[in-house]
């Protein structure tokens, strides 16, 4: 075991020098390393601020504004927006917690789970297969908002290239994918110092362009009253139909849920994200909501809305009427998308990879594969139409809801929130905990429980797999952990 004495931060675990040194000689780059935590520059006010800004990102509003052709209204598309909230913010502390007491990044704690080899599986899946579409699929949606930039401020701007495409994309949003691909890719490789300051001056920005889009957007649709009263299709709900909707909006944020640690690390206490994530979330999640229903009722005064319109968001927008507000409106949601590819896509694709690869990636690298290959995979395939995302959400929670499910076992109650850190920076060819380096319980369980969920999509005609499919995320997660609560740790060579 490695020799770890307590801070004085309560809760806070400090590595000593000495085994991160030997860590660091194991081959172990700096950016894996755990964080001492004196070291630790992230209080409340930084969980608080770090989502605010990428919550509102067009993606997002696009994946909500499909619940409208599910046959919600208004309070119920707000209703499944807070539940979503609520889930998404007890993930962020449940699954953050191991990394703010030891510092480290979630490809590391992965391995005290799966085993030093075994974490493979679930680093890639979470880091390069997640990763490379969320960041093709945010930045096609942030290009054809940006589209409507463009020609309001180049009225023939939609004209460039006289109809062709691209492998499939129009010329012009083949234009605004570049540039958003562009300015995405130079603030990542920016560096982490830059980020930081760019999240703080970024939300609060995002925010106040926001609220007055909000303003007029009430106004345009005749007050709070219409604007609560939108349904497009008006038709019965059934619970389990709400309950999908949720599900498909945790899926949206399920990434940053299992590898929140690769944030929670640099908390100067266990309480900074305690406290910051819930109140961040909650807040931002509030004017989401509202943003969903007031631009959307706001459409409707225009004449009919089509809810299975792939832009039908942007439409949204541009149905504000003001060509400054909407121009300064969707700068804000692309620079909240941006954040979101950053922190929530990137980032982790680069910390995974250096910590399975690292002899070939850094940090820098890492990331930058992300955005490669998230273009390669033609990702303006996905958002062709609703049912194309959901597709995509189903598939996403299959993988990370059982990953979450089994970290969150392992971790709060096979372990007892203490993790081997000798067993995790293992010297080059030891096994660590498990024997062969893999937790074969914790690998069977992965992928069984992603089988079963994404079963509905195979066998269409047997209700409840389909069901079990609709509830993607929910379905992994419950199945991940208590199976592993049930056979997990058996494999285990050392505590």
């Not at 119920?76 to 449940?94: D, K």
């Not at 819930?278 to 809305?305: E, I, N």
């Not at 609703?386 to 109650?413: E, K």
């Not at 208590?482 to 058996?490: H, N, Q, S, V």
Request: proline share 5%; glycine share 10%.
């Amino acid at each position: 075991m490695s020799t770890t004495k307590k801070h004085t931060s309560p809760g806070l675990v400090d590595v000593s020098i000495s085994d991160l040194e030997i860590y660091a000689e194991r081959g172990y780059s700096p950016e894996v390393l755990p964080i001492p935590p004196t070291d630790r520059t992230w209080g409340i006010r930084e969980y608080i601020s770090v989502w605010m800004g990428p919550i509102h990102n067009i993606l997002s509003y696009f994946t909500v504004v499909g619940f409208f052709a599910l046959g919600l209204g208004a309070t119920q598309v707000v209703a499944a927006i807070f539940t979503a909230a609520i889930i998404v913010s007890i993930g962020y502390v449940l699954n953050g917690h191991a990394a703010s007491r030891y510092g480290i990044p979630f490809a590391m704690q992965l391995r005290n789970t799966f085993g030093v080899r075994g974490a493979l599986l679930p680093t890639l899946l979470r880091g390069l297969i997640a990763g490379f579409v969320f960041f093709g699929v945010t930045t096609i949606a942030s290009a054809q908002a940006l589209d409507v930039v463009l020609t309001r401020i180049f009225p023939t701007f939609m004209e460039v290239g006289n109809g062709a495409s691209i492998l499939g994309l129009a010329v012009p949003t083949a234009i605004s994918y570049a540039i958003m691909w562009i300015i995405t890719v130079a603030l990542y490789l920016g560096g982490m110092t830059f980020i930081d300051k760019f999240s703080k001056w970024a939300s609060p920005a995002v925010y106040v362009l926001i609220v007055i889009g909000v303003v007029i957007a009430i106004s345009n649709a005749g007050g709070l009253g219409k604007t609560f009263a939108f349904d497009p299709i008006d038709s019965p709900v059934t619970p389990l139909v709400f309950i999908s909707c949720v599900s498909v909006l945790v899926s949206n944020w399920a990434g940053p849920i299992v590898n929140i640690g690769d944030l929670t690390r640099n908390a100067k206490s266990v309480k900074a994200p305690i406290i910051g994530f819930p109140v961040g979330v909650l807040v931002s999640y509030a004017l989401f909501a509202l943003v969903t229903v007031a631009f959307m009722a706001s459409l409707a005064t225009l004449g009919d809305v089509d809810v299975n319109n792939p832009t039908i968001f942007v439409d949204a927008i541009n149905s504000i009427g003001n060509p400054v507000v909407v121009i300064l409106l969707i700068l804000a949601m692309n620079v909240g998308a941006i954040a979101f590819v950053v922190f929530g896509n990137m980032l982790p694709s680069g910390l995974q990879m250096t910590a399975q690869l690292p002899k070939y990636f850094n940090v820098k690298t890492g990331g930058l594969l992300a955005a490669v290959v998230g273009t390669a995979i033609l990702p303006w395939k996905f958002v062709e139409n609703t049912d194309a995302l959901f597709f995509f959400y189903s598939f996403i929670g299959s993988m990370f809801g059982p990953i979450a499910g089994i970290m969150l076992a392992s971790y709060w109650f096979e372990r007892r929130r203490q993790l081997d850190l000798e067993g995790i920076y293992v010297a080059p060819g030891e096994p660590g905990l498990y024997p062969r380096g893999i937790n074969m319980v914790a690998l069977g369980i992965l992928i069984v429980s992603f089988l079963i969920t994404m079963s509905g999509k195979l066998f269409t005609t047997v209700e409840f797999l389909v069901t079990v499919n609709n509830l993607a995320f929910f379905s992994g997660l419950i199945i991940g952990f208590l199976a592993y609560l049930a056979i997990g740790g058996r494999q285990r060579t050392s505590a």
